[in-house]
């Protein structure tokens, strides 16, 4: 099966609803870091990928019993169409299609990583093609803004979801003028003594009318907007700021910030690094947390961002470990501190076997490195006693604290003070 144009999609959403009853299924699948690769290799290259990804898309679909079509849309987005599909078949056929994605790309020039998001929508009575079109499209926004899976079903909230998107993206940039977005601390805790260690800064914006608006919305309107690297800028200046207020304790607390793949650009560490020299917060209480899925895009590159950082004594964390690739190779040659073990390998430890060995053997990993082990999502004591057991360094969770607004934080050190 070849990719064909627009307009072929086009032409089989307006004819969609006499094949309704076929039970068909809507993939939109997009590329979340295509303005990344166009802005550290050039259009040519983010043309390249773009080829190789249709290319691929059509080899599966090929594959695929009841595809039939695969269209290019404009942008960074194709469209894949079956029938006769259900909903655990169609997970399963995202779940392979993003892993064949997920594959390096250009191998010839240099190993590149993208990152895909696959948005599903199944066929309903009576349902237009644009209809089915806009579903697939929010569950899309939705697998943009939310960790974890790289796929998501629509849902009929789904619909609502994507005038929230657009009102949001209308309204970020005059929220960052007006310093309207806004800073939560996870408070971090000595694992064998409970002691508070630190805290990781969480981006919140609260809107007049949507309510609270977390750090994984922020940034997937911000990517949209193109207004990820004023956020993220405006984020760690606010951050350190707050974190100079923090009250004495007798071992000064830790600053944990978060990083994207999309903001290890080359000037990236220089200027954060300038940040913490103009504002006097020093360089050794500050962690930058990265994912596995953002430094593999481009190794080298990370690489020098973080020598540059850890040459400032800036410590650095591979965060929601177990959830990427998880490569020995990059995890023993990159200069890392800690590794943050994702909250989903932790709510099961205390009643899953499986799970238990898995997290044993991810905190030996670290140990035999010299890293130090960050647990998140803790929410119960059970799971607090396996990982004083196991010997984790460190947590973070509901189980001591929610996040905490920085007038917050700072009543709560005082009072563990």
Same mark, same amino acid.
């Given at each position: 099966?070849?990719?064909?144009?627009? +307009?072929?999609?086009?032409?089989?959403?307006?004819?969609?609803?006499?094949?309704?009853?076929?039970?068909?299924?809507?993939?939109?699948?997009?590329?979340?870091?295509?303005? %990344?690769?166009?802005?550290?290799?050039?259009?040519?290259?983010?043309?390249?990928?773009?080829?190789?990804?249709?290319?691929?898309?059509?080899?599966?679909?090929?594959?695929?019993?009841?595809?039939?079509?695969?269209?290019?849309?404009? &942008?960074?987005?194709?469209?894949?169409?079956?029938?006769?599909?259900?909903?655990?078949?169609?997970?399963?056929?995202?779940?392979?299609?993003?892993?064949?994605?997920?594959?390096?790309?250009?191998?010839?020039?240099? !190993?590149?990583?993208?990152?895909? +998001?696959?948005?599903?929508?199944?066929?309903?009575? *009576? #349902?237009?093609?644009?209809?089915?079109?806009?579903?697939?499209?929010?569950?899309?926004?939705?697998?943009?803004?939310?960790? &974890? *899976?790289?796929? +998501?079903?629509?849902?009929? @909230?789904?619909?609502?979801?994507?005038?929230?998107?657009?009102?949001?993206?209308?309204?970020?940039?005059?929220?960052?003028?007006?310093?309207?977005?806004?800073?939560?601390? #996870?408070? %971090?805790?000595?694992?064998?003594?409970?002691?508070?260690?630190?805290?990781?800064?969480?981006?919140?914006? @609260?809107?007049?009318?949507?309510?609270?608006? &977390?750090?994984?919305?922020?940034?997937?309107?911000?990517?949209?907007? !193109?207004?990820?690297?004023?956020?993220?800028?405006?984020?760690?200046?606010?951050?350190?700021? @707050?974190? =100079?207020?923090?009250?004495?304790?007798? #071992?000064?607390?830790?600053?944990?910030?978060?990083?994207?793949?999309?903001?290890?650009?080359?000037? @990236?560490?220089?200027?954060?690094?300038?940040?913490?020299?103009?504002?006097?917060?020093?360089?050794?209480?500050?962690?930058?947390?990265?994912?596995?899925?953002?430094?593999?895009?481009?190794? !080298? =590159?990370?690489?020098?961002?973080? %020598?540059?950082?850890?040459?400032?004594?800036?410590?650095?964390?591979?965060?929601?470990?177990?959830?990427?690739?998880s490569s020995l190779a990059y995890l023993k040659s990159l200069p890392v501190d800690y590794l943050k073990i994702d909250?989903?390998?932790?709510?099961?430890?205390?009643?899953?076997?499986?799970?238990?060995?898995?997290?044993?053997?991810?905190?030996?990993?670290?140990?035999?490195?010299?890293?130090?082990?960050?647990?998140?999502?803790?929410?119960?004591?059970?799971?607090?006693?396996?990982? +004083?057991?196991?010997?984790? !360094?460190?947590?973070?969770?509901?189980?001591?604290?929610?996040?905490?607004?920085?007038?917050?934080?700072?009543?709560?050190?005082?009072?563990?003070?």
């Amino acid at each position: 099966m070849k990719i064909s144009p627009a +307009r072929d999609a086009q032409l089989w959403l307006s004819a969609f609803e006499a094949t309704a009853s076929r039970g068909a299924a809507l993939f939109l699948v997009g590329i979340r870091d295509l303005k %990344q690769v166009n802005d550290l290799h050039g259009r040519d290259v983010g043309n390249a990928v773009i080829a190789e990804i249709g290319q691929k898309i059509a080899q599966y679909a090929s594959a695929t019993q009841g595809a039939i079509l695969a269209a290019r849309l404009p &942008g960074r987005e194709f469209l894949l169409i079956t029938e006769r599909m259900n909903a655990p078949d169609a997970e399963q056929l995202a779940r392979k299609l993003v892993a064949r994605l997920g594959e390096p790309v250009l191998q010839g020039n240099g !190993d590149l990583h993208i990152s895909p +998001r696959i948005g599903i929508a199944l066929a309903t009575a *009576r #349902q237009t093609g644009a209809s089915l079109l806009s579903a697939a499209s929010a569950a899309l926004a939705s697998a943009y803004s939310h960790k &974890g *899976r790289k796929y +998501r079903f629509a849902e009929s @909230h789904e619909a609502i979801d994507k005038v929230k998107h657009t009102r949001l993206d209308k309204e970020l940039r005059n929220a960052l003028a007006n310093s309207e977005i806004g800073i939560f601390f #996870q408070p %971090q805790f000595e694992v064998a003594t409970g002691r508070l260690v630190g805290a990781e800064a969480l981006a919140r914006w @609260h809107h007049p009318e949507l309510g609270e608006i &977390g750090a994984d919305e922020l940034f997937s309107a911000a990517d949209r907007c !193109d207004l990820r690297e004023e956020l993220s800028y405006a984020i760690q200046r606010q951050a350190v700021s @707050h974190a =100079l207020d923090w009250p004495n304790m007798v #071992q000064p607390l830790r600053l944990s910030i978060n990083l994207g793949a999309e903001e290890l650009a080359d000037d @990236h560490a220089e200027r954060l690094l300038t940040i913490l020299n103009e504002s006097g917060f020093p360089c050794e209480r500050l962690t930058v947390e990265l994912t596995e899925e953002s430094i593999v895009r481009d190794f !080298d =590159l990370a690489m020098a961002q973080l %020598q540059m950082l850890r040459s400032k004594n800036v410590s650095v964390a591979i965060d929601d470990f177990g959830t990427g690739y998880s490569s020995l190779a990059y995890l023993k040659s990159l200069p890392v501190d800690y590794l943050k073990i994702d909250k989903g390998m932790i709510a099961e430890i205390s009643g899953n076997p499986r799970d238990l060995i898995v997290l044993r053997a991810v905190i030996a990993l670290g140990k035999a490195l010299d890293l130090k082990i960050i647990a998140e999502g803790v929410e119960k004591n059970s799971e607090l006693e396996i990982l +004083r057991a196991e010997g984790c !360094d460190f947590f973070q969770g509901f189980l001591q604290s929610k996040p905490l607004s920085a007038s917050e934080f700072a009543k709560f050190i005082a009072k563990q003070s």
